[in-house]
C-alpha cells in the first residue's frame, strides 16, 4: 500500500516521476476543474455525484474533457486500490492543458493540446475524526471570491486566504460573508443554522458550490421530517443559532461551537447537527453498515 503511486494523463506513475509543464494553463491561470471525493471503507462516496459535477463544471468554462464519466470513474477505483486508501479522499483535477505560448485565449482546435490529468489519493480519518466528533471553532470573512463560485474551478486564492485567516484564529473554517451580510458558504464546505428546529442553508445558485454532501444532508433531513428552509441567512442569525455547522465530502458534516470566539448554544455539537452527521455516514455506508 502506498500514496506514492498518482495518475497523471493516461496511466498510473510513480509520484516521483509525475510531473507537469510550467506552462501548464493550470499552474498558469488556474484554468481547470477538479474534485474531491471521500473515500470510506475503502469505497468512494458519492461517486456519480462528482463526476456529474466534474462535467458540468468543465462544461462551464468550455473545457472538454479528455475522459469519460465511466473511464474517470474507473481510473479513481484503481487509484484507491492500488493506493489501498481505506479512508480519507481522492482528488481529480482537468487542466486545459500546456501550451508553448502565454495567452489568456484558449489555444486553438488545431494546436491538439491535450487537458492535463492528475489523481491522487491522500489517507486521514473522517468518521472518528476530533473535528466531526467535538466540533470546530469557525470565523467570518469578507467574501471576496469571483461571481461564478458554482464552479469547481482549481482558482482558490480566497479560499486559501480565508483559511488561512480562520488557522491564524485558531479556527477550523471561515464562513464567506457577502456585500448584503448574508453567509454564502465555508472556505471548503457548505453553510448551515439550525433556528428553533428549522434548518437553514443558502439556495443553490452561481454564488455557492452545489455541495455533494448538502444535496444528500438536506435529503436526510427531509426524510426525517425536518423542516428545512432554503435561503440565505445573516451573520446576526449565525451568531444567534441553536447550531451551526458546515458540510463537505471529505469532513462530512462537521458541528461548529464557536463563530468569531462567541460559543453556539452550550458550547457543544447539537443534537441536531450530531444526528445528520451520524445519518450520514449511515446514508454513505449503505447496506455495508449493517455488517458492523
Ligand atoms: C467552496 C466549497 N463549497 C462547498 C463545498 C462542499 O462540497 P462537497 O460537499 O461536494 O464537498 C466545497 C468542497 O470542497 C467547497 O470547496
Redesign the pocket.
Known amino acids: 500500500m502506498t500514496e506514492e503511486v498518482v495518475f497523471l494523463d493516461d496511466g498510473f506513475v510513480p509520484l516521483a516521476s509525475a510531473t507537469v509543464s510550467i506552462f501548464d494553463r493550470g499552474f498558469l491561470f488556474a484554468d481547470g476543474v477538479y474534485?474531491?471525493?471521500?473515500v470510506l471503507d475503502g469505497e468512494l462516496v458519492?461517486l456519480d455525484?462528482?463526476l456529474l459535477?466534474l462535467e458540468r463544471s468543465a462544461k462551464e468554462i468550455a473545457l472538454g474533457l479528455p475522459m469519460s464519466r465511466d473511464a474517470f470513474g474507473a481510473t479513481l477505483r484503481e487509484l484507491v486500490t492500488r493506493t489501498g486508501t481505506t479512508e480519507g479522499m481522492v482528488y481529480l483535477q482537468v487542466t486545459r492543458g500546456a501550451t508553448p505560448a502565454r495567452d489568456f485565449a484558449f489555444p486553438a482546435p488545431s494546436a491538439n493540446v491535450r487537458p492535463t490529468v492528475v489523481a491522487f489519493a491522500q489517507t486521514f480519518p473522517i468518521v472518528r475524526s476530533a473535528k466531526g466528533t467535538k466540533g470546530v471553532a469557525i470565523v467570518t470573512v469578507p467574501e471576496v471570491r469571483w461571481k461564478r463560485?458554482d464552479i469547481?474551478s482549481v482558482a482558490?486564492l480566497g479560499?486559501v486566504l480565508a483559511r488561512q485567516a480562520a488557522v491564524e484564529k485558531g479556527a477550523a473554517e471561515a464562513f464567506f460573508v457577502d456585500e448584503d451580510d448574508t453567509i454564502t458558504?465555508?472556505?471548503?464546505?457548505?453553510a448551515y443554522i439550525v433556528k428553533d428546529g428549522v434548518l437553514v442553508t443558502r439556495p443553490l445558485g452561481w454564488d455557492?458550490?452545489?455541495?455533494?454532501?448538502?444535496?444528500?444532508v438536506l435529503e436526510i433531513a427531509r426524510a426525517r421530517g425536518m423542516c428545512v428552509d432554503e435561503r440565505a441567512f445573516t451573520r446576526d442569525e449565525l451568531a444567534a443559532a441553536d447550531e451551526v455547522f458546515?458540510?463537505?465530502?471529505?469532513?462530512f458534516v462537521v458541528p461548529a461551537v464557536a463563530v468569531d470566539g462567541h460559543v453556539i448554544g452550550d458550547g457543544a455539537p447539537g443534537p441536531i447537527t450530531r444526528a445528520l452527521r451520524e445519518a450520514y455516514i449511515h446514508a454513505v455506508r449503505g447496506p455495508r453498515s449493517e455488517l458492523r
Open positions: 474534485e474531491v471525493a471521500a458519492d455525484a462528482h459535477r463560485r469547481k482558490l479560499q458558504e465555508g472556505a471548503a464546505s457548505n455557492i458550490l452545489h455541495g455533494t454532501t448538502r444535496a444528500r458546515y458540510t463537505g465530502a471529505a469532513a
